[in-house]
């Protein structure tokens, strides 16, 4: 349940709900081929080794690789939250006017306000943020989507026809080149996070047997999830109109509508927008709070981003990721279609947060075969295919990224690589080149003891 927490939010759907039927194959590959292998291998390096994914990538390659990952972790959450929150945006959109889901400027407040709400709520301390996210979960994605699921049978059983075709002829996508399948990408960052269960293995009673069991549930719930709450939106949502921060909301809206229950539409909008804020919440201080604590342990932050407020959380480095994601946002105001944006954000996420899992990859592989010995909790079964198959797949899904999808609409296909080429060098790659760069002797902390507080 914990795997199924860490990826679970119904955000993710449309963009894959415009393959139809197809979508379930465009899901069931990339669990096989991505959240096993990351589940597994990262199971045998939190066994063996504390300190999460920098101290990994360090033993297994090298201190700097380390820090590029733990920043790769930290950075993809710049570009993640603009693309949750303008799925939030949207969805709200339901509750004032929904002609607002595809206004700009209305998103980019959205993001704007949003976003800082999260950091003051998370600078009030960890259990509130906990508290709104576990509550959120339920109200805002297991219910949600599992009401959209039971009207999409209904609207079926009754005899309606759906607007995806649903027979064996449309099992696998059709094959027009790659700009065609791109939206599959996103099925990897639907599965990304799932790396953080891995730190319980050593809590169950026997690793080796229960943790792969475990895995294997997992991916059967989260293909669930994921999956009937897609395929109800393909049900009620012809392709071509489908909208990448929206479609939930119009599936919602058809379906109500069609049952004479469109009274429901706003409360169903403010749920859901409360599940994605709650998502948010998870993730805010964790990313942050690992990059503070390498920061001062090796010296890589100055002094100024090394402090925290009275509650421990440290609000410098939430405040200025909040600058950066407010910049961002306003980019909102200025692409052609909210959905084209929302997407150049999702895909510059993946990209960052796929070099992380390469060198995750490439430092189990290393760990094995140059620390054998070394004491684990868990060992992995065919760690060397698992490595393989999940380095291979993120490589793929990382190459196939830079294509612009055909679903919206011509683009030049040079501006659009080199659009997410700059994005990914200024956030995920650059800063953690220049902290390692420019760090000094007396920025590193003298002992294990907490930062200094604001």
Known sequence: MMTVGSVGYLGSAPATSVFGLASVFLYVVPAFVFLVPVSLVAAELASGWQGGVYNWVREGVSAPMGLLAVWCEFSQTIFYYPALLGYVGSTLAYVIDRRLASNGPYTAAVIIVMFWAGVLVSSRGASLAARLSSSG????????????VVLGVIYLVQGNPSAAPMNVHHVLPPWHGLAGIVLVVNSFFTYAGVEVTAVHVDELH???REYPRAIFLAMGLVLAVFILPTLAIAWAIPSAQISLTAGVMQAFNTLLTHFNLSFAVPLIAI????????GMMAWLDGPSEGLLRIGREQGYLPPYFQ???????????????????TLIALLYAFIPTISRAYWIFTAMATQVYLIMYVLMFIAALRLRRNQPDHPRGYRT????VLCFLGGASSITAFVIGFVPPSQLGHQSALTYALLLVAGILAIGIVPPLLMDRLRKPGWKADGPGPPTPV
């Open 137 to 148: 979960t339920l109200i805002g994605t297991l219910v949600p989507g599992g009401v959209l």
């Open 206 to 208: 026997n690793p080796g």
């Open 271 to 278: 749920a859901l927008a409360l599940g994605a804020l709650a």
């Open 307 to 325: 402090k925290v407020n009275g509650q421990g959380i440290e609000v410098r480095i939430l405040s200025a990721q909040a600058v950066v994601i």
């Open 381 to 384: 079964r065919g760690l060397p």
